[in-house]
C-alpha cells in the first residue's frame, strides 16, 4: 500500500523509507530466535497480507481470535487506507479470505491494513501460550517490530476473529 502509494505521489518519503527498512529486514534472526521455543506453525507475510497467511494457520475447529489494536503497521499506512489507498491484490485477498472473517472492529482503515500484501513482511509465529511473553521478550531485544496480536480459540463459525 505505502509503496503504490508513494509511487503516485500519495505517500511520504518517511513511510516509504520505514516501508523499504522493513521489506529489506531479514527474518532470520527472528526465526532463530523462535526456535528456542514451541513454535508450532510459522508464516511469512507476503502477498496474501497479514489476514491471508493467518487463515493458512488454521484449521477445522480451530479458530483465530486477533487483537485489532496490537497489530503492528506503519502509522501512514492507516491514514492511506482511509483515504481508499488501498491495492487491488488487497481487495482480492479481502475477497478471497473475507467469509471465513468475522470482525466488529470499527476501524474500518485497520482492516484494511491487515489485508495488505506485502513484499516482505514479517513473521507470523504460533508459539506455546506458556512461552509468548518470553519470545516477545527476545524479539523486542532483536529491535524487531513484534506484539502478541492473537490466540488460538475454538470455534466453527469463522477462520478468524477479529476484536
Known amino acids: 500500500m505505502i509503496t503504490a502509494a508513494f509511487n503516485a505521489g500519495e505517500a511520504s518519503q518517511r513511510a516509504f523509507d520505514s516501508a523499504r527498512a522493513s521489506m529489506a529486514t531479514l527474518n532470520r534472526a527472528v526465526h532463530e530466535t523462535a526456535r528456542k521455543y514451541r513454535v508450532t506453525a510459522q508464516a511469512d507475510v507476503t502477498g496474501f497480507g497479514f489476514l491471508g497467511h493467518l487463515s ?26 482511509a483515504d481508499f489507498m488501498t491495492t487491488s491484490a488487497g481487495d482480492a485477498s479481502r475477497q478471497f479470505f473475507g467469509t471465513g472473517i468475522s470482525h466488529n472492529v470499527t476501524n474500518e482503515p485497520l482492516i484494511g491494513v491487515m489485508y495488505d500484501p506485502q513484499t516482505s513482511g514479517g513473521l507470523l509465529i504460533a508459539v506455546h501460550p ?3 511473553d518470553k519470545l516477545l521478550h527476545d524479539l523486542q531485544a532483536l529491535e524487531q517490530p513484534s506484539a502478541i496480536a492473537a490466540e488460538a480459540i475454538v470455534s466453527e ?3 478468524i476473529v477479529i476484536k
Do not use: K, R
Open 130 to 132: 506458556d512461552d509468548a
Open 157 to 159: 463459525s469463522y477462520c
Open 56 to 81: 493458512e494457520m488454521t484449521s477445522d475447529g480451530i479458530s483465530i481470535a486477533v487483537n485489532a489494536a496490537a497489530i503492528p503497521y506503519i502509522p501512514e499506512a492507516l491514514c492511506l487506507a
